[in-house]
């Protein structure tokens, strides 16, 4: 396996456990919203929730997958002087 592959592995396996670390509702209008595409006001009906009350969760959701992405980025880090910048990270 080349590196590339191996470091493309390791970055889809973070961003996986990052984001089954999500509640479920951010993992479902993440799901909605980025994976199949679909606008706010689509959602809306099966989240039970307002158009507008959708996109915000979506950026909350969003956010949450950064720091969640992070957090497990940062928990594969043995360098002590990594670890403390990385948690001014997010």
Not at 6 to 27: D, K, M
Not at 42 to 69: C, D, F, K, M, T
């Amino acid at each position: 396996m080349l590196a590339h592959e191996v470091l493309t592995a390791i970055e889809h396996s973070l961003a996986a456990r990052a984001f089954a670390s999500l509640p479920e509702r951010w993992q479902a209008v993440l799901w909605h919203t980025e994976v199949e595409g679909r606008r706010p006001a689509e959602i809306a009906p099966l989240l039970g929730l307002r158009p507008n009350s959708v996109a915000a969760l979506a950026y909350r959701a969003r956010e949450g997958l950064r720091q969640a992405y992070l957090t497990s980025h940062l928990a594969t880090v043995d360098d002590p002087t990594c670890r403390r910048v990385g948690r001014l990270l997010g």
